[in-house]
């Protein structure tokens, strides 16, 4: 291997071990995408456990899914760019159904009912549905934590290290 070749391979590595260590930790954007994709989940997965009761709210479940369909997408997009591919993004789903399905902490099929009611307001925009995700306590269990955030220095830090 030639000395072009081999400068070539270290520095393709190191830019993947540079991408694989940036998606370890979760951004804004993908965080509040899985928020999104949280509460639609629980909202789905609810209104099946809650389809045979008095509080049934399948059908307002179905029109929020149908309205809401553009943000679902582009939360949908995030995670699969956050995760790197479709087999990392399909095992996080499984496992947020499956936090679902013994039921959600403190709320009931009226509770969720509402959540629903709530999500249809957000009339499909996704900054609202984040909105509804957050007074819902939608808290996406994040391996890596949450990235911090890197900020710019000032024009008087840079001008007082010259």
Request: hydrophobic share 45%; charged share 20%.
């Amino acid at each position: 291997m030639g000395i072009i070749s081999k400068a070539f391979a270290a520095a393709t590595a190191t830019a993947m071990l540079a991408g694989s260590a940036n998606a370890a930790c979760w951004t804004p954007a993908a965080y509040q995408a899985a928020q999104v994709r949280e509460l639609d989940t629980m909202l789905m997965v609810e209104a099946l456990r809650c389809r045979k009761t008095s509080a049934s709210f399948l059908g307002e479940y179905n029109r929020f899914v149908q309205v809401s369909r553009p943000a679902l997408i582009q939360a949908n997009a995030e995670l699969k760019a956050h995760f790197g591919g479709l087999n990392a993004y399909d095992n996080y789903m499984t496992t947020v159904a499956n936090r679902y399905g013994a039921g959600t902490d403190g709320m009931d099929c009226q509770d969720v009912a509402q959540v629903v009611r709530a999500g249809l307001a957000a009339k499909g925009s996704m900054d609202a549905l984040f909105q509804v995700a957050e007074r819902a306590n939608v808290e996406p269990s994040v391996d890596g934590g949450r990235c911090r955030a890197v900020s710019k220095p000032s024009a008087a830090a840079i001008a007082s290290r010259r």
